[in-house]
């Protein structure tokens, strides 16, 4: 296994490839195949939106794929696998694409497959790939480290999709085929490179001592550490707040603003600017760690008690009417989810190695496999609730404005109790005794 404190910026950017590698098959199956499939293909919105929510639900079975990656002692075998899993998954799904008007039961279930694998892959190679990260980066480097992968992560997102709906031109199914194989090959080919040699081809032999024990064992053991808990229902509950506005702050806008579609991509556009600009701030004032602004927990907290602030200002804009200042408050709500994003992957990288059991670091992996699980979940099921909550709150209150406000405000008071949360984590437990007291340099 890596030495800790082992990875200079240059390895770092190579394994921010694998994560642009990722996102550039990530995009083209939940961006490119899912308007393929409504538009090209007319086919139910519900298929691609439940295929997703398919990919989601495999995330549950994060644990065990860290825990798997425990056990050999080296993440490189798991990110490759994954990858492998992941590109197979992406030139599957939309073949099946292709296949759903010629063939409808060979399509409809090799898209199953693929999501599934998609699911499962992005799961075990993006686990192993923080726990990585986590054991290789010093401690003050995780936030800038955080922010670099997930930037080239986005970077995947911004090149793949324009390039692959230019090649997509003019439609036809064997072209998508094409296209999407040859992006899931390039993707698989360049995270195999980013990889070569980061870790060492053999890890060390194990010190003598008791056998591994059971998963179910080592995850009751981990779930029993009052920490990893708290951190768990902290991730559950922020990243439900922080994905539960992607599916109805631009219906809000239009619908209360009467903005164009084309405003609304805007104001869009200008949110995720915010989230970019957070996490630049966090990775530079962090980046030496020195002085109490490099704590990681402090901009945790902000970020979470700024994110509920914007929220609720952005509910108290509808009430106000066209003259409120949306785009400011949609700007600042970025700026705080990209502060508060950065800082909490950050904090769990600080945070997978710690707990009071002596085989502590063989538990990287089903630590992170734990808050990995929360965030998979939280995220298919914040933009389901928030969406049905809007409509639920239309039948209650009988009007728009009040509706989203209701929904807005809720998110709001869900990253104020993560905030509360976050707060806590890393101080000593009540009885006195120290649980791996992480100082104001080793993030939170």
Same mark, same amino acid.
């Given at each position: ?40 293909? &007319? @086919?139910?919105? =519900? %298929?691609?939106?439940?295929?997703? !929510?398919?990919? *989601? +639900?495999?995330? $549950? #079975? ?31 799904? &939309? @073949?099946?694409? =292709? %296949?759903?008007?010629?063939?409808? !039961?060979?399509? *409809? +279930?090799?898209? $199953? #497959? ?31 480290? &955080? ?13 793949? +999709? ?283």
């Amino acid at each position: 296994m890596t030495g800790p404190a082992s990875f200079g910026w240059g390895t770092i950017l190579r394994l921010g490839l694998v994560q642009t590698a990722l996102g550039a098959i990530v995009v083209l199956i939940t961006s490119t195949l899912n308007r393929v499939m409504v538009v090209e293909l &007319a @086919l139910p919105a =519900a %298929l691609p939106g439940g295929l997703v !929510a398919l990919h *989601y +639900a495999v995330q $549950v #079975l994060r644990p065990r794929w860290g825990y798997g990656s425990d056990l050999g002692r080296r993440r490189t075998p798991w990110i490759v696998g994954g990858m492998a899993l992941l590109a197979l998954g992406g030139a599957g799904a &939309a @073949l099946g694409t =292709a %296949l759903v008007a010629s063939h409808p !039961a060979a399509g *409809y +279930a090799l898209l $199953v #497959l693929s999501f599934l694998g998609v699911g499962i892959g992005v799961g075990a190679a993006g686990t192993s790939l923080l726990v990585l990260l986590s054991t290789g980066v010093a401690p003050h480097r995780r936030g800038a480290a &955080a922010t670099i992968v997930w930037i080239m992560m986005i970077a995947g997102f911004v090149v793949t +999709a324009p390039t692959a709906g230019h090649l997509l031109d003019p439609f036809s199914p064997p072209r998508l085929v094409a296209v999407s194989g040859g992006v899931s090959l390039i993707a698989f080919l360049v995270a195999l490179v980013a990889l070569w040699g980061v870790e060492p081809a053999r890890a060390p032999a194990p010190a003598e001592g008791p056998p591994a024990r059971p998963f179910a064992q080592v995850l009751a053991e981990v779930w029993a550490e009052p920490e990893a808990r708290r951190f768990t229902v902290f991730v559950f509950l922020a990243m439900l707040a922080y994905s539960a506005q992607e599916l109805i702050l631009e219906p809000f806008a239009g619908l209360v603003f009467a903005l164009s579609p084309g405003a609304t991509t805007k104001l869009s556009g200008l949110q995720n600017g915010g989230v970019l600009a957070g996490m630049v701030l966090v990775a530079l004032v962090t980046a030496n760690g020195r002085g109490r602004l490099a704590s990681l927990r402090l901009w945790t907290v902000a970020g979470c008690l700024g994110s509920a602030a914007a929220l609720a200002a952005i509910a108290a804009c509808g009430f106000a009417g066209p003259g409120s200042p949306l785009r400011v408050c949609v700007v600042g709500l970025g700026l705080f989810n990209g502060i508060f994003a950065v800082a909490a992957i950050g904090s769990m990288m600080a945070l997978a190695g710690s707990g009071g059991a002596p085989d502590g670091e063989r538990r990287h992996g089903t630590r992170m496999g734990v808050w990995g699980a929360a965030q998979g979940v939280a995220f298919g099921l914040g933009g389901f609730l928030g969406a049905a909550g809007v409509d639920l709150a239309r039948l209650a209150f009988g009007t728009v404005v009040p509706a989203y406000a209701a929904v807005f405000v809720t998110e709001a008071v869900l990253f104020l109790v993560a905030a509360g949360l976050a707060l806590r984590i890393g101080r000593p437990a009540r009885s006195g005794r120290a649980i791996e007291s992480l100082s104001v340099r080793h993030a939170i």
